[in-house]
């Protein structure tokens, strides 16, 4: 793993959890305490976290400047940005916007819609596995598309770390296996978002049934 990777995960850790402890880090990635402290001091210079005794907390965010394209909505924590659901673990999608502010998706359904309506805004996204729950770069995710293994949103977008685990899923459940590019327009051909208002049509017909 790249330093670079690390820090990609030490944010992504901190969107779940909301707080994180350099000697949790340290041990987790096998790392000195003092390499986590230049991970933390880096991300902090970026204002992307605010670094506490011990540890990280996620950075106040502060207003953009006038002119700004839309930026996140305000949302409670625990709560989808597009459909309100709670997010769990083995669906979950962080977004970073680019001011710092940070977001949730409940499945990467709602994170792929999250992309079409702000799509600017969003500096880093990072979706969980599947079948692990693990972290990691929606840009490196393969995403399998509309398959018939729907735990969330509809159309079913499910996310997967590893090529071969997706492949073998698509075996048994269907649908199309693609990259993150991939994924955005597969969504943009199923749906049609309005920016002005909140979520999606399809998460809006599912919570009212």
């Known amino acids: 793993m790249t330093s670079s990777d690390r820090r990609e995960m030490i944010l992504a850790q901190l969107q779940a959890a909301g707080n994180l402890q350099v000697a949790d880090l340290a041990a987790e990635f096998q790392v000195s305490k003092m390499t986590i402290h230049r991970d933390l001091v880096l991300l902090e210079e970026k204002g992307l976290l605010k670094r506490i005794h011990g540890g990280a907390v996620p950075r106040a965010v502060s207003p953009g400047p006038a002119g700004d394209m839309k930026s996140f909505p305000e949302g409670r924590q625990g709560e989808c940005l597009i459909c309100t659901r709670a997010p769990t673990q083995h669906l979950l999608y962080t ?89 955005i327009r597969y969504l943009r051909e199923e749906m049609v978002l309005d920016p002005e208002k909140d979520g999606c049509p399809h998460c809006a017909a599912a919570l009212k049934a």
């Open 95 to 183: 977004l970073t916007g680019k001011h710092g502010e940070q977001r949730q998706a409940c499945c990467p359904h709602c994170g792929i819609s999250a992309h079409l309506l702000y799509g600017e805004n969003i500096m880093m996204a990072f979706t969980a596995d599947y079948l692990t729950g693990k972290l990691h770069a929606a840009q490196n995710s393969y995403f399998l598309l509309g398959s018939v293994a729907a735990p969330c949103c509809h159309p079913s977008i499910l996310s997967f770390e590893d090529e071969q685990m997706v492949r073998r899923f698509q075996t048994g459940f269907g649908g199309t296996v693609g990259r993150l590019n991939d994924a």
